[in-house]
């Protein structure tokens, strides 16, 4: 559909017929480069009528011809007997040696051909042409990501603690920290993008009404009202798990009080306003605890005015004071009530709290101190990790809304690590790809030796390892590079970067492929040494290359290693354009900027 939208675009006069000059000008816009002899022979093979011109149906034969994968043609050859088909037998031959499935494969193969098999003829004999086995490769089924992993398919029953929680900082931002716009839209687009971990900033405002904003920046104001409204409609669109807000409070009683009133107003049986058993707490409930007792869970962590933290007894009582106020009341009451679980408490190293804290209590550390603890106390940090959670934010001197890289916190368990969402790059780019399996709900289970709270695990002196390979093959329809000059076409490379443990980072890259970013074709195999796979992050980036300057990013896409599915020749999913906002993904052809890379993967 989307060639014959291009022939349609490219048909100035609208007559449905295009002579070989036109076609020559549409295949410049669909970033093809080729040999113009070349081009010419498929022109006139496609051209049954003869008249010097395609028409529609005609340039979709001249497109085919034109996009022949002889990469993947010659992996359905080696399978089928004539060269024409797969019969169950040899697409079974194919999952058990290529993609290494091992249970059910029969049962498979059938359902591969019925649901990827073009011919209804086909589909009656139980066979796979190779316009099937193509599409089949494009499928979910033939992603590089496991298909099982998409779904919700941890364990969801362990203590808060026990999961990486897709966290955001100053979520009501879009633009920098100090001239941005406030706006709702940072928190509905978060939650789209399964944000489990909202900040607010509250701050008095006129006529009683409290406001959000950046306080002593310019940037600029929106009402607390309005938050709470926008997180009631969308907090569970994309995942029904809970979500925490991280309230920065910096009220006056009064407007503390509108602060509470209107959370349990708008929120109702939404809000959580009482422990799972009624006494005080001594673990984390789990992220079921919304779907477990009829409420959706929205949990509301107060933080820090000032350096000073406010304590909040679960009993009700509040007994909290600021170095500036220590006669007066600073916490209101009816705010204290709403804080259940996640009460923030300062943090005075790692045995301290193992002998004051609770499970329910936690920390929040700017990321250079995070950055100190895991340099000199890892292990102690994991450890502390496995029973209190801890949350982790950008420095001050991030006025752009520049991100650190989540890895380094993940790595020592770090479950709330907050990040700019509204700041496309590297590192929100390891973020969705960590919360891009177990169906999107913003909750991800940690290894097993991460938690243990007697765990000997240690990031920064790993033990274990392995040695997995990757072959790049080729790429189709790589787009081109935004505000590049007009017939310009890209020259691709790939880039395969891992994050992982200090010990795991690496990256490689192919070769680049001079003026071709329609089927690029690279083969050539990649290999790295993991000593802590559980952790990996695995990132493709597409770049055009450029010998003169810095090369231009095409695209990436990232996710888990542990959501690789073993096996080989595996499609790898869509890359995400810049701006990071939609990941093109192989299995639907519904947009003419398609990325993929195909990928032979031994694990």
């Known amino acids: 559909t989307w060639v014959r939208d291009w022939f349609q675009k490219a048909d100035k006069n609208k007559d449905g017929r295009m002579n070989f000059k036109e076609v020559q000008r549409l295949l410049k816009m ?121 779904a919700l398919w941890q364990d969801m029953s362990q203590p808060l603690c026990h999961y990486f929680i897709s966290s955001s900082h100053n979520t009501y931002l879009i633009e920098d920290q100090l001239r941005g716009h406030s706006s709702i839209e940072g928190y509905i687009r978060a939650l789209k993008r399964g944000c489990r971990c909202l900040e607010v900033d509250c701050w008095d405002g006129p006529n009683g009404e409290p406001m959000v904003y950046h306080g002593h920046t310019f940037t600029s104001k929106i009402p607390f009202r309005e938050v709470v409204s926008t997180l009631g409609k969308y907090a569970f669109k994309t995942s029904d798990y809970p979500v925490i807000l991280s309230l920065e409070n910096h009220c006056s009683m009064e407007q503390q009080e509108v602060l509470a009133q209107q959370l349990k107003d708008i929120l109702g049986e939404q809000l959580l306003t009482a422990t799972i058993d009624g006494h005080v707490p001594t673990q984390l409930p789990s992220p079921e605890v919304g779907t477990e007792h009829s409420c959706t869970g929205i949990s509301v962590l107060p933080e820090s005015l000032g350096g000073c933290w406010w304590v909040v007894l679960p009993s009700g009582g509040t007994q909290c004071g600021s170095a500036l106020q220590k006669d007066k009341e600073t916490l209101a009451q009816a705010l204290s009530d709403c804080v259940i679980y996640c009460k923030n408490v300062p943090f005075h190293g790692f045995q301290e709290a193992r002998s004051h804290s609770r499970p329910s209590e936690i920390s929040s550390l700017s990321e250079a ?192 290693f542990a959501n690789i599915k073993p096996g080989e020749w595996l499609l790898a999913s869509g890359l995400g354009g810049p701006g990071h906002d939609s990941f093109y993904t192989v299995a639907y052809f519904t947009t003419h900027i398609h990325i993929c890379l195909y990928t032979h993967i031994h694990l």
């Open 30 to 150: 669909m970033n093809v480069d080729m040999n113009e002899d070349h081009a010419l022979r498929l022109f006139q093979d496609a051209d049954k009528s003869e008249s010097g011109t395609l028409e529609g149906e005609e340039f979709v034969l001249f497109y085919k011809a034109l996009t022949q994968r002889e990469e993947v043609l010659s992996l359905f050859q080696e399978f089928s007997e004539d060269g024409k088909k797969l019969t169950l037998l040899e697409l079974v031959d194919f999952l058990r040696q290529e993609q290494l499935e091992d249970e059910g494969t029969e049962e498979l193969a059938m359902e591969l051909i019925d649901k990827y098999e073009p011919s209804e003829t086909a589909r009656a004999r139980h066979v796979l042409s190779a316009d099937g086995f193509l599409m089949y490769l494009c499928s979910p089924e033939g992603s590089i990501f496991n298909p099982q992993h998409r």
């Open 369 to 560: 101190k995070a950055r100190k603890l895991i340099r000199d106390e890892g292990n102690e940090f994991v450890r502390h990790n496995a029973w209190q959670l801890t949350r982790i934010y950008p420095s001050g001197m991030r006025t752009d809304s520049s991100n650190y890289s989540p890895q380094e916190m993940w790595n020592v368990g770090c479950q709330i690590v907050a990040l700019n969402f509204q700041t496309a790059g590297t590192e929100m780019d390891l973020c969705d790809g960590l919360f891009s399996q177990n169906g999107c709900c913003g909750y991800v289970l940690k290894p097993s030796f991460m938690r243990d709270k007697e765990t000997l695990f240690n990031p920064t002196d790993p033990s274990r390892g392995s040695c997995p390979f990757l072959q790049v093959i080729s790429g189709q329809q790589l787009p081109k590079v935004a505000n590049s000059k007009e017939g310009a076409i890209i020259d691709p490379l790939v880039r395969v970067e891992i994050y992982g443990v200090p010990a795991d980072q690496a990256h490689q890259e192919t070769k680049y492929i001079e003026n071709n970013g329609f089927n690029p074709r690279w083969d050539e195999t990649l290999q790295f040494q993991l000593h802590v796979p559980e952790l990996a992050l695995i990132r493709f980036v597409v770049e055009d290359y450029d010998k003169t300057s810095r090369n231009d990013f095409v695209g990436q896409f990232t996710l888990a």
